[in-house]
């Protein structure tokens, strides 16, 4: 049973430009989550899905950011028009309840 | 607004005695705690839990103790080995909403 799966693992994009990052959950996992950790600072929560439904938005932008989770295919996490302050490391995790988290890699983004 | 918070942002201890990471919250609701290790350039992977109804929780090397009235949560790991050496979160959830300290990086000495 593969783990979380997350891709691509690095992302360098000029300020502007759209970043689409994507996670595969654990075979079986139904819950994914999106964290993203700044420089110095310790995961902070963005979203919560579901298939097809997102649960909990409260810690993503408002502007720019959105994320999906289809009922064919991987989470994704998009962000429209970045800027430099986007910079960071992106992490998704999935839990097949509610529960501990299985964390994937993590997809750093670098906006030039 | 910090609702999981870890003051020490690092700690090294010496192989083979104890190492005791630290952890303070806010919020009174959360009903699940966790902590997690991360080496870099990789995700962070779970460690030990505790539900709110307990007060202790011990996995080989790893205890969690949780102390309720203090809002405190700590992680003890004994004995320490090298390979223990990385950054170690802790996280409290309410709701299926999980919040994150900022991380304590352990070193331990050889």
């Known amino acids: 049973n593969a783990g979380v799966m997350q891709n691509p693992r690095h992302l360098v994009r000029r300020r502007g430009q759209e970043a689409r990052l994507r996670c595969s959950p654990m075979?079986?996992?139904?819950?994914v989550y999106w964290y993203r950790q700044l420089p110095e600072e310790g995961l902070k929560f963005m979203v919560y899905l579901q298939k097809e439904n997102i649960i909990d938005e409260s810690g993503m932008p408002k502007e720019r950011f959105s994320a999906e989770f289809p009922k064919e295919g991987p989470s994704i996490l998009r962000i429209q028009q970045v800027v430099r302050g986007d910079s960071a490391a992106y992490f998704c995790a999935s839990s097949p309840f509610i529960g501990e988290q299985y964390f994937g890699p993590g997809t750093r983004l670098t906006v030039t | 607004d910090q609702q999981v918070k870890q003051n020490s942002p690092s700690l090294s201890v010496q192989e083979g005695r104890i190492s005791i990471l630290n952890c303070d919250y806010t919020n009174s609701m959360f009903d699940y705690f966790l902590w997690y290790k991360k080496y870099p350039a990789e995700g962070p992977t779970f460690l030990i839990s505790i539900s709110s109804i307990k007060d202790k929780n011990e996995d080989g090397r790893f205890t969690v103790f949780l102390n309720k009235s203090a809002k405190h949560l700590s992680l003890h790991i004994v004995p320490s080995q090298p390979g223990d050496s990385a950054v170690y979160f802790c996280a409290a959830s309410v709701r299926n909403q999980f919040y994150f300290g900022t991380g304590t990086s352990l070193t331990v000495i050889p």
């Open positions: 075979k079986g996992h139904s819950h």
